[in-house]
């Protein structure tokens, strides 16, 4: 199916376990982007990608590590999870071609660090 | 990039049109004005975006003066489905995606 997906959907884990969180898109768009969304702060950029191994900090990005080996995949694993990192977590893809500032999100995961 | 001002929420019943405002005074000469729709539970998604005057599409009206340090996002008739957060965002066209900050938005509720 077209389009991007997040998993898990929803996942709970304990503090210093680590954890990794799944994006894939399929339009092969150039740019992908992790947010993390918080009651009062909205939506805040936590690392992205410009291309395959091309990645930078975002304003959030203590904490968590990514990685991009394949334009489709984009990474987010929090080495040592932090109840401070329980959150909504929404990627997000796109492309130039459609516009500098049109993104697609996923559904999003719900992370639960006890 | 320019930062941007919202009102945090605003109110409305099922029938009126909204209009929700969003201030830019620092815009850039090369920044276009886009705006997400965020429902419960969900991703963002966007609904429209615009560089001068007026945009119009399916979903709603983004209207721009001529000054650029404003804009409104109008949505016409509302019905309770169009309870969401909307977040209007400001950056460059043409030069890749930039690091775009959301901020908190602006909830809108629509009630019976």
């Known amino acids: 199916d077209a389009g991007i997906t997040q998993s898990p959907r929803y996942k709970i884990t304990e503090t210093g376990r680590q954890v990794t969180l799944m994006c894939h898109q399929t339009w092969s768009h150039s740019y992908m982007f992790w947010y993390r969304q918080d009651l009062g702060h909205g939506l805040r950029l936590i690392y992205y990608s410009a291309a395959a191994d091309i990645t930078d900090k975002g304003e959030v990005p203590d904490g968590y590590v990514v990685s991009r080996s394949k334009t489709e995949n984009f990474p987010l694993t929090l080495e040592s999870a932090t109840r401070s990192q329980t959150s909504v977590y929404f990627c997000a893809s796109g492309d130039s071609g459609r516009g500098a500032n049109v993104l697609t999100f996923g559904a999003g995961s719900r992370l639960t660090v006890l | 990039l320019a930062k941007t001002t919202q009102p945090i929420s605003m109110d409305s019943y099922e029938g009126q049109e909204v209009n929700i405002t969003c201030s830019h005074n620092n815009i850039a000469t090369n920044d276009y004005i886009t705006w997400y729709q965020q429902f419960p539970s969900q991703g963002p998604r966007f609904i429209i975006q615009?560089?001068?005057t007026k945009v119009t599409n399916e979903v709603a009206s983004l209207f721009i003066p001529a000054d650029r340090k404003s804009s409104t996002l109008s949505l016409p008739r509302v019905s309770l489905s169009d309870t969401a957060v909307y977040y209007c965002l400001v950056g460059p066209m043409n030069t890749g995606f930039q690091k775009l900050v959301f901020g908190t938005g602006t909830r809108l509720l629509v009630s019976p």
């Open positions: 615009g560089y001068k």
